[in-house]
């Protein structure tokens, strides 16, 4: 007798290999390219040794087979990302940062987002170019990475947390764009119109079509949709994400090498990773290790934040239950509910 929901069981593992920012989408593309393909491909790889960038200065590794990947999304405003959005301004920010914690058995995920307007103490950090940045108490979570770069932005995080990252991923938004439109389009559904304040994306309540441009216009939309919080773009963006896992999964990405190839270009053109993962090789590998995720099981939270005191337009982490989220985290043991539990909401 044959098992009815195995099947979609199956269907929706085989997606998941598109998830961790379509990493296996990468290496299905390069194996079935050629070696051409493959070199390219590779080539278009950029990436960071965060061991010799931090240096020392880290927390132990203490569950020794569970992963965590910090996935970021940088967003400049100056060159190919100025023209894509409201003009040229100078330096980047992690406009997007999740830290993904990928237990031992790796049979589920959590992804734990961080807020951007989160102040936080910045460690003393090695910029590019060998120039010490300082240590700084109060400093925007998103102005990290534009002061000191990638690894600072690590290394911010794992003094935050107490969590050793193994994996860092970040996409560039520029690059986002050619994902979306080598796509043809992602479809969105609002449940309520986004007014276009202060220069972005304006829709109506209802499903869209959008096209690279306006796809970077709606993961950055904050002041036009919701309470017009950094919280509320939260939200935004993790909707896309599945909007965009959608799309590939309707397309039947492996059944069409052509298609997959032009994924894969756009994708790896947008990709810096850590030295250990800056490869076809190297991606196809932890992809493959990350196959029994189930995705019915991914969770994604935001990390416990209140709102500050002296400034209500940033927010601060929230205590205990920040404390509480990173020692399951750390531990690889189960997240109390209590951990999940946001003073301020967006």
Known sequence: MTDTHARPRRRRRRILRITLLLVAVLVLGAAGAGWWAYSHLDGNISSVDLDQA????????????????????????????????????????????????IPEGRARATAVSIPRDTLVTRPECKAEGGKTVPSA????????????????????????????????????????????D?????????????T???????????????????????????????????????????????????????QDA???????????????????????????????DFAQSMKGVDPETMETIMLP????????NRVVVAEPQATQLWEALRKDQKIPASAKDSPAKG
């Open 196 to 250: 276009g304040a202060k220069g972005g994306l304006k829709l109506d309540a209802g499903t869209h079509r959008l096209d690279g441009t306006d796809s970077l216009k709606f993961v950055r939309t904050r002041y036009g949709y919701g309470d017009g919080s950094d919280l509320g773009r939260i939200g935004l963006q993790q909707k896309f994400m599945m909007a965009m896992l959608s799309e590939i999964k309707k």
């Open 254 to 284: 492996f059944g069409n090498p052509a298609r997959l190839y032009k994924l894969a270009d756009a994708a790896t053109k947008s990709l810096t990773t850590d030295s250990d993962l800056a490869s076809l090789t190297a991606l196809s």
């Open 182 to 194: 080598a796509l043809g389009g992602v479809t969105v559904t609002l449940d309520k119109p986004m």
């Open 54 to 101: 931090i240096g020392d200065n880290r927390p132990p590794k203490v569950a020794a087979n569970a992963q965590n990947i910090l996935v970021i999304g940088s967003d400049s405003r100056a060159g190919a990302n100025g023209d894509l959005d409201h003009g040229d301004v100078g330096g980047a920010r992690s406009d997007t940062a999740m830290l993904v914690h």
């Open 305 to 312: 934040v209140a709102y500050d005191k002296v400034d209500p």
């Open 137 to 180: 108490k109060r400093v925007m979570f998103n102005s990290v990475y534009s002061l000191a770069g990638p690894a600072c932005v690590v290394n911010t995080v794992e003094q935050l947390s107490g969590v050793r990252v193994d994996h860092f991923v970040e996409v560039d938004f520029a690059g986002f764009k050619g994902l979306v």
